[in-house]
């Protein structure tokens, strides 16, 4: 069993940046970030595999960008610039040894409001 935490969620303007960050117990391969709006399905954001292969929703590509720790492959980051509002949602950290995620964080709440 994986356990993943996450940080970084918070309030900011339109326009403005957050980054986001995930650590797991234990290696997987692939780690990505979901999110869900309210009244909305969750959403794949990004993901990335140990060999630092990326997939985009077509909604965040050029705004968001995902990564992975250089010393701790177990961690992945998500930065995300030049936030909108239909970007507010729960954020959740994901990870396994698959395309569809096995392992799942608590989420974290992403606000864009003036």
């Known amino acids: 069993q994986v356990q993943l935490v996450e940080s970084g969620g918070g309030l900011v303007q339109p326009g403005g940046s957050l980054r986001l960050s995930c650590a797991a117990s234990g290696a997987v391969y692939f780690m990505g970030w979901y999110r869900q709006a309210p009244g909305k399905q969750r959403e794949l954001v990004a993901r990335i595999n140990s060999g630092g292969s990326t997939v985009y929703a077509d909604s965040v590509k050029g705004r968001f960008t995902i990564s992975r720790g250089d010393n701790a492959k177990n961690t992945v980051f998500l930065q995300m610039d030049n936030l909108v509002s239909a970007d507010t949602a729960v954020y959740y950290c994901?990870?396994?040894?698959?395309?569809?995620?096995?392992?799942w964080g608590q989420g974290t709440q992403v606000t864009v409001s003036s």
């Open positions: 994901t990870a396994g040894p698959f395309l569809s995620p096995i392992y």
